[in-house]
């Protein structure tokens, strides 16, 4: 069964950050004959794998496609959030192992950590994010922003940091909290009726609601991220310590699986769209999954310089103070059965 993360504010995460500590603190522990492995994924397109993997486990349990390759009495537990921050904070607090996230929470998270934490264990989707205006904004150039609100999933994911690096290369001072331009923001489910009510003015998003906010809101896309890095998997090194063939199986099985969904995107598509529907409660109709998916490209493959430009941007935010060195952000997880 999958199983939904709460989605807190952050004041309130904070308080119970302790109290997560302790309750999974036996994360990936053995229960009764089987062993847990918890992971973290998004209900949106650009995590069509954790989508795919926790569809599967909820409708073929012990089948599933994860389930099959971790092995008899590996049991998979799925946790879904809204943003990467929340599913970083989990997972620094050993509530999950590993989870599909966007690159800067995954940094960010990296950094804060001294890089003792966390670690990218694969690629899994670029492209898939961008920049759309409402046409009542009357923005018609990038000057045009000047005193508009424009929303973003979560403070500090991927998005977020992407809108404000574009923006300050626009000429416009943003600041965390203020500046020319109010960068808000609003959980990918809220941003379309805000949207459509005119109480914002553009929204920096991923699939599906970029294309649910072009369809349904008449949102024009100014600036498409088609080559940008999107998702990746990341591991605990808790996890990597001590679980290590568990973490190589599922890497290898996340490579498997992604190689199944770019020669298989119809089946692909049908699988995210019953599992985000059922993630969310609300229809996804199958049609907008295939208008998301030519936006996307799924890949396991990550290569540390474009990881790099990322920090290099962060830290001129001032998301990124750390000058932690990325060599062990990225690690070459061993076959399964490596000695």
């Known amino acids: 069964m999958i199983q939904k993360h709460p989605r807190f ?19 990936g522990r053995k229960t009764a004959d089987q ?20 569809t599967l486990t909820a409708e073929k349990k012990e089948q599933a496609w994860f389930e ?12 879904a959030f809204n943003a990467g ?36 264990v694969a690629g899994s989707a670029n492209g898939g994010a961008a920049l759309l205006i409402r046409p009542a904004a009357n923005i018609n150039k990038p000057a045009d922003f000047a005193g508009k609100k424009l929303a973003t999933p979560q403070f500090g994911n991927t998005q977020d940091i992407a809108a404000r690096v574009w923006l300050g290369a626009q000429g416009f001072h943003v600041t965390q909290t203020g500046g020319d331009v109010s960068v808000i923001p609003t959980a990918n489910p ?45 591991a605990s090194v808790r996890a990597l310590k ?26 692909a598509q049908a699988l995210v769209q019953r599992g985000i ?21 799924f890949t396991a493959d990550a290569s540390l310089p474009p990881f790099e430009k990322l920090v290099k941007q962060a830290r001129e935010l001032g998301f990124i103070k ?13 076959a399964p059965g490596a000695k």
């Open 190 to 234: 809220d941003q379309l009726a805000l949207f459509q009510q005119g109480q914002i003015d553009a929204v920096w998003t991923v699939e599906p609601w970029v294309s649910r906010i072009e369809r349904e809101a008449g949102g024009r896309v100014l600036v498409d991220e088609s080559d940008a890095i999107t998702t990746v998997l990341v």
């Open 277 to 297: 529907t059922e993630t969310v409660k609300r229809e996804i109709p199958l049609d907008l999954v295939k208008a998301s998916w030519k936006r996307l490209h």
């Open 68 to 79: 099959q390759r971790l092995g008899p009495g590996v049991r998979v537990e799925w946790f």
């Open 9 to 27: 504010p952050a004041f309130i995460c904070a308080l119970l950050l302790p109290a997560l500590a302790f309750v999974f603190s036996g994360c």
């Open 85 to 120: 921050p929340t599913a970083m904070e989990s997972m620094m607090v050993n509530s999950i192992d590993m989870t599909y996230v966007g690159p800067n929470p995954s940094l960010n998270a990296y950094m804060r950590t001294k890089g003792e934490d966390i670690r990218v």
């Open 35 to 54: 062993t847990v492995l918890r992971v973290g994924y998004f209900p949106n397109i650009t995590h069509a794998q954790g989508v795919i993997g926790s």
């Open 322 to 334: 750390d000058n932690t060195p990325l060599d062990r952000f990225i690690t070459a997880v061993p």
């Open 242 to 267: 001590e679980k290590p063939e568990l973490v190589a199986r599922f890497t290898q099985a996340h490579r498997e699986l992604t190689e199944w969904v770019n020669k298989n995107p119809a089946e």
